[in-house]
């Protein structure tokens, strides 16, 4: 039996878990991260984890195939190296060295939007597709694709920015630079802002008995107006189907997908969010439904999805 450690390191906290080769995640562990360490103390917290799991399941180092790690950043996965991690502030950062060095593990690296789009792909609402992508709608809009079983990361890992494809030309100023950015429309980000605009000008709306102070507006704030029947909420929920739809459908043109994975904050909206994105995207991709069908379910994995993914990525580019 080998065995895989996967380890999804976050800006407050890392946590990892030990996968053996059927699949089954044995035993987690967590240890806070922060961004005041240097590299090498990281690096040296990681291998730790990846210690206390071994140790934990009393099993010889030697039945570990390797260590997988999603990093959030640009990542360079062919040198196991973060290219840049903004919040961090690393810049060519040998993660994967620093790691093994300590854990005397072969390492491997991904960004953490791949690692949860594997994750998903393997182990959650992805298993039984071969091709899948995953979109997270959170703080910004991220996301992965898996072709064939495999993570797709593009020349030199810079591949699968989904949210910063361009759905409004000259809309919104995205933090990349770019105007009209997906991730401007159909992240947290933009539905918190958008609600909040709504509630300004429309003080009569069912959202001000909701969320009475506009700094408490969260995702769930126009849904569940909308639920109840409020115009201005109903309203909202529209113009962000549209264009999470306009983003999706973008795509499924260019990639075919079995399955598009919907992940983060906002998909906990579940039915009622994806029955009505599911509406929008069957009637604008470009090949009938019928004839390639598309499924769009909500992801299952939740916080685990990056984890479950940075060990089935240990175990792919390892070579199981």
């Not at 694709?145 to 409004?168: D, Q």
Request: with cysteine; hydrophobic share 40%.
């Amino acid at each position: 039996m080998k065995y895989y450690i996967g380890i999804d390191l976050g800006g407050m906290s890392a946590k990892a878990g030990l996968m053996n080769e059927e699949g089954n995640v044995l035993c987690m562990a967590r240890c806070e991260t922060c961004a005041e360490d240097a590299p090498e103390v990281t690096a040296r917290h990681l291998a730790e984890l990846a210690d206390q799991l071994i140790e934990d399941q009393e099993i010889d180092r030697e039945e570990v195939a390797a260590i997988g790690i999603g990093s959030p950043g640009v990542i360079n996965s062919e040198s196991g190296s973060v290219v840049i991690w903004s919040n961090f502030h690393w810049t060519n950062v040998p993660l994967a060295r620093l790691v093994s060095t300590h854990a005397k593990l072969p390492v491997y690296v991904t960004n953490d939007a791949n690692a949860a789009a594997l994750g998903e792909a393997k182990y959650g609402s992805g298993k039984g597709y071969g091709d899948s992508v995953m979109i997270t709608l959170g703080t910004g809009v991220g996301g992965g694709i898996v072709f064939g079983g495999k993570l797709f990361e593009g020349y030199r890992s810079a591949g699968g920015e989904l949210g910063h494809t361009v759905i409004h030309k000259g809309g919104r100023l995205c933090t990349c630079g770019r105007k009209g950015c997906f991730e401007c429309y159909a992240s947290a980000t933009a539905l918190k802002r958008e609600t909040r605009v709504a509630m300004e000008k429309h003080p009569e709306s069912l959202m001000w008995k909701i969320t009475p102070r506009l700094e408490d507006v969260n995702g769930r704030t126009p849904f569940d107006a909308a639920r109840a029947g409020d115009k201005y909420g109903k309203r909202i929920v529209r113009d962000y189907v549209e264009n999470l739809g306009e983003g999706i459908a973008n795509i499924v043109n260019l990639l075919r997908p079995q399955v598009i994975i919907l992940g983060g904050g906002v998909s906990n909206e579940g039915e009622y969010l994806i029955s009505r994105v599911r509406q929008f995207v069957v009637k604008n991709i470009y090949a009938s439904e019928a004839y390639a069908a598309l499924d769009i379910v909500r992801a299952s994995l939740g916080n685990d999805a990056g984890l479950y993914g940075a060990c089935a990525y240990a175990m792919e580019r390892s070579g199981l």
